[in-house]
T-cell receptor, first 114, second 111 residues
């Protein structure tokens, strides 16, 4: 069964803290993605990766960085959390380089920055 | 103007009704169109995928794409309470999965 897991369902952090969000997929997928989902704005792509140690900026990369040291794991890092980064963060993965292959989403992490 | 527009709802219907969910878009380069369903506190899951114009049917669900009007629709026949969820449209101009999502329409189907 397809499985994308995220390290936390809920997270509360203080302004200025460094925050790590972890995503793991067990399907040997090539591609991994980080989105944030906000009411009225939908899903917005932060970063994505087509291969180990490879990363590409999405539409809203400012304030975020990512790391992909192993194929199955894709980490999102908030170097210095701010209140405007309070959001639902969704990780996704997909098998290869064609759109016919579905993006599988994790359950999401609700982050609150105080 | 957003690239993809979607009415947020909520859309409330009785069980058994036919539901029509819609998105409009402005980028004429979009060729790949998807509908995702997202239950509360869950990640989105792919429901339907179409390439270019036309219709696609899968059980109670039908996806339509009208590229001339830049308009896509998802129809749900014989709606069930278990269909209550947020429905997201998504689209792309390339085969490399950089998707643009609508904001989602919340659907409530009452028994």
């Amino acid at each position: 069964d397809v499985k994308v897991t995220q390290s936390s369902r809920y997270l509360v952090k203080r302004t200025g803290e460094k925050v790590f969000l972890e995503c793991v997929q067990d399907m040997d997928h090539e591609n991994m993605f980080w989105y944030r989902q906000d009411p009225g704005l939908g899903l917005r792509l932060i970063y994505f990766s087509y291969d180990v140690k490879m990363k590409e900026k999405g539409d809203i990369p400012e304030g975020y960085s990512v790391s992909r040291e192993k194929k199955e794991r894709f980490s999102l890092i908030l170097e210095s959390a701010s209140t405007n980064q309070t959001s639902m963060y969704l990780c996704a993965s997909s098998p290869g380089h064609t759109l016919q292959e579905t993006q599988y989403f994790g359950p999401g992490t609700r982050l609150l920055v105080l | 103007q957003k690239e993809v527009e979607q009415d947020p709802g909520p859309l409330s219907v009785p069980e058994g009704a036919i539901v029509s969910l819609n998105c409009t878009y402005s980028n004429s380069a979009f060729q790949y169109f998807m509908w995702y369903r997202q239950y509360s506190r869950k990640g989105p899951e792919l429901l339907m995928y179409t390439y270019s114009s036309g219709n696609k049917e899968d059980g109670r669900f039908t996806a339509q794409v009208d590229k001339s009007s830049k308009y896509i629709s998802l129809f749900i026949r014989d709606s069930q309470p278990s269909d209550s969820a947020t429905y997201l449209c998504a689209m792309s101009s390339t085969g490399f999965q950089k998707l643009v999502f609508g904001t989602g329409t919340r659907l409530l189907v009452s028994p």
